[in-house]
């Protein structure tokens, strides 16, 4: 069972920034992150898998950077010029490809942003 711990969450004013972290207990050739907002589904906000490779939300793109530390197991999300509509609960996911969802998911770190 793959076990993964996210951190970094918190409330932030618009136009800061904010980075996560996403532990995994062991290494993956994918790893990304999802958010849902209230009343909203699950949606993809990036993912990236063991070559480098990287799948952006359009909403996010040239404002999410994610990245991958393979000796540390660890995924992060660093967001910049956050918008009021990025508040929601981010959720670490592992496993599954570039394009697709794995099987494990984190706990969810909230993220408010706020105006």
């Known amino acids: 069972q793959v076990q993964l711990v996210e951190s970094g969450g918190g409330l932030v004013q618009v136009g800061e920034s904010l980075r996560l972290s996403c532990a995994a207990s062991t290494r993956l050739a994918a790893m990304g992150w999802y958010r849902q907002a209230p009343g909203k589904q699950r949606e993809l906000v990036a993912r990236i898998i063991s070559t480098g490779a990287t799948n952006y939300a359009a909403s996010v793109k040239g404002r999410f950077t994610i990245s991958k530390d393979n000796a540390k197991n660890t995924v992060y999300l660093q967001m910049s010029s956050l918008k009021p509509e990025d508040t929601a609960v981010y959720y670490c996911?592992?496993?599954?490809?570039?394009?697709?969802?794995?099987?494990?998911w984190g706990q969810g770190t909230q993220v408010t942003v706020s105006s």
């Open positions: 996911n592992a496993a599954g490809s570039l394009y697709s969802a794995g099987n494990y």
